[in-house]
T-cell receptor
Framework: NAGVTQTPKFRVLKTGQSMTLLCAQD?????MYWYRQDPGMGLRLIHY???????AKGEVPDGYNVSRLKKQNFLLGLESAAPSQTSVYFC??????????????FGPGTRLTVT | AQSVAQPEDQVNVAEGNPLTVKCTYS??????LFWYVQYPNRGLQFLLK??????LVKGSYGFEAEFNKSQTSFHLKKPSALVSDSALYFC??????????FGKGTRLHILP
C-alpha cells in the first residue's frame, strides 16, 4: 500500500495564479483532511471531508476550495494564490466510522511558494 | 472547544538520558489524546494514543506517554534518548466532529 500520496511535492506560483493539489489514499478511509503547516503555528485545518461528495470548512478555509468526487481523492484548490498561502500543505486520512480509530495518516507534504 | 498546549518550543536532552516532552489539555468530557512525530521533510507519523484505561500508554519507537487527569497532562516520555529521536513532536486531541486539534509542536534535540 502506498498510504497517502500528494502531488506535486514542490511548486512555485506567482501571485494570482491558480493551482490544484491532489491527495490520494488507498486505505479506503472515509475521512480526509487538508492542513497547512507554518513555523510556530503547528498544523491548521483548512478543509475536511467525512465522505465522498461532502466537504466542510476547518479553521483557515479562506482562499481555498476543495472537492471529494471520489472516496480515494481529495483535491485542494487555490483560485488566486497570495504570498500568505506560502506554506507546507499536508493531506491526511482516517477511518473512525469503520475502525473506531481516530488517528490520522499523513502524506509527505507539498511545499508551496507564492511570489 | 478542546485544546492542547505544548509549553516548550524546544527540548534538549543528552543521548542516553531520559526525555520528557510536555503537553497539557483542555477538554469537555473524556479526552482522546495523541502524540505524533515529524521527521525533517516528512509528514506526521502517529506514535500513540490514550482513550481510556491504563494511564501509561506505550507506543512506537520505545516512546510512552503518561495520562494524568488531575493535572490535565499527557507527557511523552522515553527512558533513554537516541540521536535519531531528534524531531518535531505534536500533541493532539480529538475535537467535536471527529477533527483533531494539534498543538504547536516541540522540537526535540538529542545531543550526542
Amino acid at each position: 500500500n502506498a498510504g497517502v500520496t500528494q502531488t506535486p511535492k514542490f511548486r512555485v506560483l506567482k501571485t494570482g495564479q491558480s493551482m490544484t493539489l491532489l491527495c490520494a489514499q488507498d486505505m479506503n478511509h472515509e475521512y480526509m483532511y487538508w492542513y497547512r503547516q507554518d513555523p510556530g503555528m503547528g498544523l491548521r485545518l483548512i478543509h475536511y471531508s467525512v465522505g465522498e461528495g461532502t466537504t466542510a470548512k476547518g479553521e483557515v478555509p479562506d482562499g481555498y476550495n476543495v472537492s471529494r468526487l471520489k472516496k480515494q481523492n481529495f483535491l485542494l484548490g487555490l483560485e488566486s494564490a497570495a504570498p500568505s498561502q506560502t506554506s507546507v500543505y499536508f493531506c491526511a486520512s482516517s477511518s473512525p466510522r469503520t475502525s473506531g480509530n481516530y488517528e490520522q495518516y499523513f502524506g509527505p507534504g507539498t511545499r508551496l511558494t507564492v511570489t | 472547544a478542546q485544546s492542547v498546549a505544548q509549553p516548550e518550543d524546544q527540548v534538549n536532552v543528552a543521548e542516553g538520558n531520559p526525555l520528557t516532552v510536555k503537553c497539557t489539555y483542555s477538554v469537555s468530557g473524556n479526552p482522546y489524546l495523541f502524540w505524533y512525530v515529524q521527521y525533517p521533510n516528512r509528514g506526521l507519523q502517529f506514535l500513540l494514543k490514550y482513550i481510556t484505561g491504563d494511564n501509561l500508554v506505550k507506543g512506537s519507537y520505545g516512546f510512552e506517554a503518561e495520562f494524568n487527569k488531575s493535572q490535565t497532562s499527557f507527557h511523552l516520555k522515553k527512558p533513554s534518548a537516541l540521536v535519531s529521536d531528534s524531531a518535531l513532536y505534536f500533541c493532539a486531541v480529538r475535537d467535536a466532529g471527529d477533527k483533531i486539534i494539534f498543538g504547536k509542536g516541540t522540537r526535540l534535540h538529542i545531543l550526542p
